[in-house]
Each structure stands twice: as structure tokens, then as C-alpha cells.
């Protein structure tokens, strides 16, 4: 069994493929799952109506377990506590895990809308020498408009680990078009990436990705980094985080605050237990500002919620997500899962509480999907932060 702070999207994702898989076997829930025979007599017997009087051919195991696993979870009514097959399960742990091929860069917009690469330290594109804030013009010969989507660009750069992809950037400040080949890799992909916003050298965005273990460690790192290129502000860009481990999230929020309770956690049948701030934090005196959406879930709305409740920092962009569960993992013997929610958590003091609606930005922007353009979040924490400042 493992503790996992998991994803919402993700989590309400496989459980609705996982339902509508499994609708069929519901009924025929926990035969399997129980030792003691006889334990669920009607469940029995509609088994053997079923195989003896069906048309046709009963499934077999294991379709005929996991229909009946779906059908006890549709019973038990929880949306994050699910059933993952071995092959999901395996997708789950990669993306845990997080490595991927390709030449290791990011992809942002400039307020132009030029497409900007920011290479990963030490990945290929970087090796290659392309620049931190290159603009992209093409991919093996195909030209990149302002308009392009981020994800048909991220597919034209990924390919099979070795193989080569010619890109066509320019590297700041003149940005001349020039070609760099670059050898395709397979390589971690680090919880948080940072960079100099490209039109004030004085603000700092740090983007995390995913909330793991070592997400404390690199986001003191990216502050260190920026604040020897003479950064003086920050952004904290949790978009798009689905979360992570609830204990990395607490030692996140502890970063950046001095004193006060960051969350209280209570499982069934147990006492409520408090993560408290029990010194000052390294990054407390930072200018600050976080980014938030609605996919902004679980141990990141912790760093959001807590920080916001206390003042530390100010929230920007549209309502979060609203998870305040916690699931435990077990991992069942033919390499599928459980995920079964078993704790609650809330950030004492915050009016309205994370389950209600997720959080309230305290500057509310568009969705990028309502935005008639541009960043508009973005653009509202260079705003702000620039004007106390």
C-alpha cells in the first residue's frame, strides 16, 4: 500500500473509462474480493443464474472480477475512490515518475505570441545550443505560426528516443533564424522549470508541474537561480498541478511561510492532525504571487489555500478545482489498483473551504479558455507584483 495525493482530473478521468467498462458485471460485486464462501449469498447465486441461463458465454477471469470491482465502487458511490487495470496502472506510475523522450524544452509565449522554447539544463535541445527565451520558427521544415497549438508542437519534437529532429530558432537578443539538430533523449522531467519573464527581466516564473518529493528542493533552487540573474519578484504558477504527495505540498507552503498551521488531516475513527510551520521559511520574504485554474487540484490548492489564508500571497486566475481528499493505493496482485479515499483535510480559517467550489482567486481573470487571448493571468501577476514594486 502506498499513500498517493492524486490527481482529480486524472482520478474522475480513469474512474468514468472504468465505469463505463464495467457497468455490465456491477452487480456481481465482492465473490472474488472475499475469502469466507457463502459471505454474499445472493451475489452467488445470480452468478450461477447467469452462467447456467445466459445466452451468452459468461466472461472470464479476470473480466468477469473487475466488472464486479466497478459494480461495488459504483455501490460504495465515492468519485476518487476507483478500480485502475494493470495497463492504466502502469501509465499512472510512469507519469509519476515522470520521464519522457524528446529534445527537453518548454513551451511559452511572449506577449507577441512568438512561440519561446525554454530548454531544460543539460537536456538536448540546451547540449544543441539552443538558448533559454529562443523563439521557434519551424520543425524539420515545417514552419511554426504564432498560431499553433502548444501540443501539436510539443508532438512535432517528441519522436523515438535517438532519432533527430532539425529545429529552426532564434536565439535572444537578435533572434536570427538558424538550424539546430538535435538528438531526441529520454530523461527526467523535473516537478518545477523556471525563467526570466521575457519582457521584465526583474520578474521570475516558477512553474510546477507535479507535487513530488523533490518539489521543495527544486523550487529553493529556482529562486536561488533567478536570484543571480537579478530577479527581484516572483510568480508561482501551480496551472494546470493536479497535485501530487500531501506531505511535499505542506513542506511547499512551509517555504514560503514564518508561523501558523498549514492544513489539519483526520482520517475515519482517528484524531485530527495539524502540519504546522515550525520555523520561518527560507522564501518568506519573497514578493509573491500564485497562479491558479480550475485544474489547480489537491497538494496544490494546499500551497495555494494555505498561503492565501494567511496573506502571504494573492491568488490570480479563475476558481480551482475543489479536492480536500486524500486516497490511499493498493496494489492488487495482478498489477491493478485501488485507490480508495480515506482522509479528508481543509486549511483551518479559509471561508469557503477548499470542497466548496475550490478557491477563490483574490484577482479573478478568464480561463484560457474564455481569454480573448494572450495570458491574461500572467499578465495581471506582472501587473501587480510590478506595481508593489
Not at 209 to 237: G, Y
Not at 342 to 354: D, E, K
Amino acid at each position: 500500500m502506498t499513500t498517493l495525493f492524486t490527481k482529480s482530473f486524472l482520478v474522475t478521468l480513469l474512474g468514468i473509462v472504468c465505469l463505463s467498462l464495467g457497468f455490465g458485471g456491477g452487480l456481481l460485486a465482492q465473490s472474488y474480493l472475499i475469502e469466507k464462501p457463502g459471505e454474499f449469498p445472493i451475489l452467488e447465486q445470480a452468478e450461477r443464474i447467469l452462467r447456467d441461463h445466459g445466452l451468452k458465454e459468461t466472461p472470464g477471469s479476470p473480466a468477469l472480477e473487475y466488472g464486479m470491482i466497478r459494480g461495488m465502487l459504483q455501490a460504495y458511490d465515492d468519485p476518487y475512490t476507483i478500480f485502475v487495470e494493470p495497463v492504466q496502472h502502469e501509465l499512472e506510475t510512469n507519469t509519476l515518475q515522470g520521464s519522457f523522450g524528446g529534445i527537453g524544452v518548454r513551451i511559452g509565449r511572449d506577449e507577441a505570441e512568438n512561440v519561446i522554447l525554454y530548454p531544460l539544463p543539460g537536456g538536448p535541445a540546451a547540449t544543441a545550443g539552443v538558448l533559454e527565451g529562443a523563439r521557434l520558427f519551424g520543425v524539420d521544415g515545417t514552419a511554426i505560426s504564432k498560431d499553433a497549438i502548444s501540443e501539436d508542437i510539443q508532438a512535432a519534437l517528441r519522436g523515438p528516443v535517438g532519432s533527430r529532429v532539425v529545429i529552426s530558432a532564434g536565439n535572444p537578443p537578435d533572434f536570427v533564424s538558424q538550424e539546430f539538430p538535435v538528438k531526441r533523449a529520454e530523461f527526467a522531467l523535473p516537478s518545477v522549470t523556471w525563467h526570466v519573464y521575457p519582457d521584465e527581466n526583474r520578474l521570475g516564473i516558477i512553474e510546477v508541474n507535479v507535487i513530488a518529493a523533490s518539489t521543495s528542493d527544486e523550487v529553493v533552487q529556482a529562486v536561488s537561480d533567478l536570484k543571480k540573474r537579478d530577479v527581484e519578484v516572483f510568480v508561482l504558477d501551480l496551472r494546470d498541478n493536479f497535485g501530487g504527495l500531501l506531505e511535499a505540498g505542506v513542506d511547499i507552503a512551509r517555504l514560503f511561510l514564518s508561523q501558523g498551521i498549514v492544513i489539519e488531516q483526520q482520517y475515519r475513527g482517528q484524531t485530527i492532525e495539524s502540519f504546522k510551520v515550525e520555523h520561518e521559511g527560507l522564501l518568506a520574504d519573497i514578493p509573491l504571487a500564485i497562479l491558479v485554474n480550475q485544474h489547480t487540484a489537491s497538494a496544490a490548492e494546499i500551497i495555494a489555500g494555505a498561503l492565501q489564508q494567511q496573506g502571504r500571497a494573492r491568488l490570480i486566475g479563475s476558481s480551482t478545482y475543489g479536492k480536500d481528499t486524500i486516497q490511499l493505493v493498493f496494489d492488487l496482485e495482478d498489477g491493478s489498483s485501488l485507490h480508495v479515499t480515506s482522509a479528508r483535510w481543509w486549511v483551518p480559517g479559509l471561508q469557503p473551504p477548499i470542497g466548496e467550489n475550490g478557491l477563490q482567486p483574490d484577482i479573478l481573470t478568464p480561463t484560457a479558455e474564455d481569454a480573448a487571448g494572450g495570458d491574461e493571468a500572467l499578465r495581471s501577476a506582472v501587473d501587480y507584483l510590478m506595481g508593489i514594486n
